[in-house]
């Protein structure tokens, strides 16, 4: 029955009412942690946002709840149960950014040139959001290909999880945030790649991610890989577009708290196994650096789904 304070709205920027906000989560997700919007504005330029649930609202530093987090350290999700870091009643609905109620969240939003290759503008702060639908992976890949986003005749999901039909009017609106973030994405992506370096040992359409059918004893049958859409690549890139963001933020605010992450460097003894594989197939191996290996990696890519999947399990050894 927790619904937020009057008071704490007026500390923070209502969003509720003048940003087109959603989110976009495996279905049956409860944890829903991540919502973001995309829109055109008046004078051309695109504005983009990311925002993530508020848990401090809810967590006082150093209480005995953030302490037993502290211990935890994270969610395990096992094949047919989970152990929750915070308990769930903060962790699946007061902390989780469910459709069609209010919620406390911080938020990143850019203002960008209508190309969107120069960033004008970026503003971080505390706000409330309503998340409007919150949809699966499939219902936001359906709409951006001008597909009925549900399927039908299936019922709906259980309260309180992604997954719930897309209001008919809403779908318009919808496709234009997720074609902007589309697109955005696409530019993020191969900026990080070509200058950035970055190696990207994802599987495809074959899936990185597995997932289990269970009986009605709960006893798994069967495992089938989870299939790579380019909307699960555009939430990733959204989220790395954040992170990065926040954490330059930090290093300038906070120079002396702020943690630095240093990838090892590559060590060539490391890709012997890899090496003997594109050997046969007559591609070199440059492991001399990310970008270099990120180069070698995307002349496999035509050798076929299987042989690129197997690849780059090799590159992650």
């Known amino acids: 029955s927790w619904t937020v304070p009057d008071e704490e709205i007026q500390k923070r920027r209502d969003l509720r009412r003048s940003h087109r906000i959603f989110s976009v989560d495996p279905p049956g997700c409860q944890d829903i942690d991540d919502t973001m919007h995309a829109k055109k504005l008046p004078n051309g330029d695109i504005e983009e946002g990311v925002h993530i649930a508020d848990v401090v609202y809810f967590v006082p530093h150093n209480s005995p709840l953030d302490k037993e987090a502290q211990k935890r350290g994270t969610t395990f999700y096992l094949v047919d149960r989970r152990f ?88 318009k609106e919808l496709k234009e945030g997720l074609i902007i973030l589309r697109d955005l994405a696409r530019k993020l992506k191969k900026h990080r790649e070509d200058v950035g370096g970055a190696v990207d040992l994802s ?85 001399s650096s990310n970008m270099a290996l990120a180069n070698t990696l995307k002349k496999v890519e035509k050798a076929g789904a299987v042989v690129n999947s197997l690849i780059k399990s090799l590159a992650t050894r």
């Open 84 to 171: 929750d870091m915070l308990p769930s009643v903060l962790s699946s609905n007061l902390c989780s950014l469910h459709g069609d109620v209010d919620r406390l969240a911080v938020s990143v939003i850019w203002t960008l040139s209508s190309d969107m290759e120069t960033v004008k503008s970026v503003w971080y702060g505390r706000t409330v959001i309503h998340n409007c639908q919150a949809m699966t992976y499939d219902q936001a890949h359906n709409i951006l290909h001008d597909k009925p986003p549900d399927e039908q005749g299936k019922s709906a999901p259980p309260p309180l999880t992604a997954g719930y039909p897309v209001d008919p009017g809403r779908i």
């Open 203 to 287: 599987s495809g359409d074959l899936g990185g991610e597995l997932k289990f059918i269970l009986d009605e004893n709960g006893n798994p049958t069967e495992v089938k890989p989870k299939k790579e859409l380019e909307i699960h690549n555009t939430i990733a890139e959204m989220m790395i577009l954040a992170n990065g963001y926040v954490a330059t933020k930090i290093f300038a605010t906070f120079p002396e708290s702020a943690l630095l992450r240093i990838h090892r460097t590559v060590e060539q003894s490391r890709f012997s196994d890899l090496k003997d594989v594109l050997d046969v197939g007559g591609v070199s191996l440059d492991g």
